[in-house]
Each structure stands twice: as structure tokens, then as C-alpha cells.
């Protein structure tokens, strides 16, 4: 069992910065693969960013292409989303999440709000 706890939310103007980390408890970290997942008012969850265990893979939305890093840090237990250059439709709630690859992820942390202003 995991459990996630997400922080580094807030307000930041368009072409801003931020970035939320996601803490980890449990054991095992580096068995899970980790993402990063986002819900805007009104519309579904999407994936943003994925890392596997070890850290050499990633994988991104397009739409964050460029903008949006994943990283993680297995001694810390914890797992990062720099986001840079934001754009008002970044607005979101932004989860991270933890799974056992290949299967779906099982475990999400509560969230937090990220709000780009225009």
C-alpha cells in the first residue's frame, strides 16, 4: 500500500513556474511507476506525466511537451512536476498517482490546486 500526499499548488500568472512534489509513504518506492494526472472544472482527468521506477523513462501529454518535467528522487520517497511557461488552461487540480507497471495506476494522492492567472 502507498500513499500519496501531493504539495506546491497555488496562483502564478501566465509564463510563470511551479512545482509540486508528491511524497511517498510505504515501501518499495522504486517498484512503482509514478504520474502525474490533472482535472480542469467540468472536464475529465487526463494524464500529464509519466516516470517508471528507476526514473529512465518518461512520457508526457502533448500538450505539456517542453514545458512540463517529471522527475523523481527514490531516496526522498518523492516524485516532482516542474512546470514552466504555464498557460491559463494549466489550470487544474493536479494528482499524482502510483502504480505497479503494467497495470493501472491504484493509488492517488488528494490533490492540489494549481490556478494560472492571464
Known amino acids: 500500500q502507498v500513499q500519496l500526499v501531493e504539495s506546491g499548488g497555488g496562483l502564478v500568472q501566465a509564463g510563470g513556474s511551479l512545482g509540486l512534489s508528491c511524497l511517498a509513504s510505504?515501501?518499495?518506492?522504486?517498484?512503482?511507476?509514478m504520474g502525474w494526472f490533472r482535472q480542469a472544472p467540468g472536464k475529465e482527468r487526463e494524464f500529464v506525466a509519466g516516470i517508471s521506477g528507476i526514473g529512465d523513462s518518461r512520457s508526457y501529454t502533448d500538450s505539456v511537451k517542453g514545458r512540463f518535467t517529471i522527475s523523481r528522487d527514490n531516496a526522498k520517497n518523492t516524485v516532482y512536476l516542474q512546470m514552466n511557461s504555464l498557460k491559463p488552461e494549466d489550470t487544474a487540480v493536479y494528482y499524482c498517482a502510483a502504480r505497479i507497471f503494467p497495470a493501472t495506476y491504484r493509488y492517488w494522492g488528494q490533490g492540489t490546486q494549481v490556478t494560472v492567472s492571464s
Open positions: 510505504g515501501r518499495a518506492f522504486s517498484s512503482y511507476s
